[in-house]
Nanobody, 118 residues
Framework: QVQLVESGGGLVQPGGSLRLSCAAS????????MGWFRQAPGKGREFVAAINWSGVNMDYADSVKGRFTISRDNAKNTVYLQMNSLKPEDTGVYYC???????????WGQGTQVTVSS
């Protein structure tokens, strides 16, 4: 079972950038595809981005394509989400999870809050 801890959220102005990190415990991290999800206030959790086990293949929701970049460092058991050109609609709690395609597997971490506001 992989345990996950997200960090790096905060308050940023529209057009700004943030880099989220997700630290995973367990020796099987590099075996899993990983993804980022977000949940805006009053809405369900939605897929944001995913990366395969080797870091070669990435997938993005249309709403973030061209602005967000997912990456991973298997030596550090960490997956990242670089978010640029942030918009108010990117506001929400961001979570990482092991994934199968765009579908989460297993448990969630506590999430990290991202607020985009002037």
């Amino acid at each position: 079972q992989v345990q996950l801890v997200e960090s790096g959220g905060g308050l940023v102005q529209p057009g700004g950038s943030l880099r989220l990190s997700c630290a995973a415990s367990g020796r099987t991290f590099s075996s899993y595809a990983m993804g980022w999800f977000r949940q805006a206030p009053g809405k369900g959790r939605e897929f944001v981005a995913a990366i395969n086990w080797s870091g070669v293949n990435m997938d993005y929701a249309d709403s973030v394509k061209g602005r967000f970049t997912i990456s991973r460092d298997n030596a550090k058991n960490t997956v990242y989400l670089q978010m640029n050109s942030l918009k108010p609609e990117d506001t929400g709690v961001y979570y990482c999870a092991a994934v199968n395609g765009r579908f989460p597997l297993g448990s969630w971490g506590q999430g990290t809050q991202v607020t985009v506001s002037s």
